[in-house]
């Protein structure tokens, strides 16, 4: 089994740029649990969160069957 097969923990926040890892601590969101159910554009308003960032959060969750507001 190699790195891509395993599941992003919900413990944690899946590999996003810094500028958005920053931003989604700065608002208190540490782990990906934490962005179930999270308006998208209430995150797209964070500065540093880009679109692409949303989206790799948006998979992450999906991988649990959780996903954004």
């Known amino acids: 089994m190699n790195e891509e097969d395993v599941k992003p923990s919900t413990d944690t ?3 996003i740029g810094a500028p958005a890892t920053r ?3 700065n ?4 782990t990906l649990r ?5 308006p998208r554009t209430e995150l797209a308003a964070l ?3 880009g679109p692409k960032a949303l989206d790799i959060i948006q998979a992450a ?5 959780l996903s954004l507001g």
Do not use: I, Q
Request: overall charge negative; charged content about 20%; cysteine-free.
């Open 47 to 49: 500065h540093g969160m």
């Open 61 to 65: 969750l999906e991988e649990h069957d």
């Open 27 to 30: 608002a208190g969101y540490t």
């Open 13 to 15: 926040l899946p590999k």
């Open 23 to 25: 931003a989604l601590h």
């Open 34 to 38: 934490k962005l179930a159910g999270v």
